[in-house]
């Protein structure tokens, strides 16, 4: 499932001092990145999975997920620009699934940008399909969502 491993990295929890270099990330990744203070808001969440890739220098990626009774929703998903394409990515979803697996979730659900092919590859490799459209979701610039999931088998 996914693809081969690069990079060792080493994923746990994010903390309230990685926001900072998470914040940093977020901004090298995306033309409408979440601020510094909607990542602090998700720390604060009962169902709130937020996970962290460490290289042995720095943050190399994160998730942030949540899970509502028996879906996984992933949120954001992010690569240091130094450390992509090096499995990093890869990592951070396997390690979300497992998670939705074993807290008893059917489905996980996300919404990337049509244009993302890169992020769409991805989880279509980890058996992720299209589920629908969400027409001009995303802003700066104007965008579709696709809408994409995945069945957990318990």
């Known amino acids: ?8 990295v080493t994923v746990d929890q994010m903390h309230e001092t990685d926001l900072s270099e998470i914040v940093r990330i977020e901004r090298a990744s995306f033309p409408t990145p979440w ?23 720095r943050i190399a990626g994160y998730i942030v997920a949540n899970q509502v009774i028996d879906e996984g929703h992933i949120l954001d998903l ?16 396997e390690k979300i ?6 807290n008893r979730c ?8 049509a244009s993302s092919t890169g992020a769409r590859r991805l989880y279509e490799g980890f058996g992720f399909s299209v589920l629908g ?22």
Do not use: C, W
């Open 1 to 8: 499932m996914g693809r081969k491993k690069l990079i060792d």
């Open 35 to 57: 601020s510094e203070t909607l990542f602090y808001n998700e720390l604060r969440k009962e169902q709130a999975v937020i996970k962290v890739a460490r290289t042995e220098i």
């Open 78 to 93: 992010a690569v240091d620009p130094v450390f992509r394409r090096l499995g990093v990515a890869s990592v951070l979803v």
């Open 97 to 102: 699934m497992n998670h939705f697996k074993e």
């Open 106 to 113: 059917r489905a996980i659900f996300l919404e990337v940008r």
């Open 133 to 154: 459209i969400r027409k001009r979701y995303y802003s700066s610039p104007e965008e579709d969502a696709v809408i994409m999931t995945v069945k957990i088998d318990g």
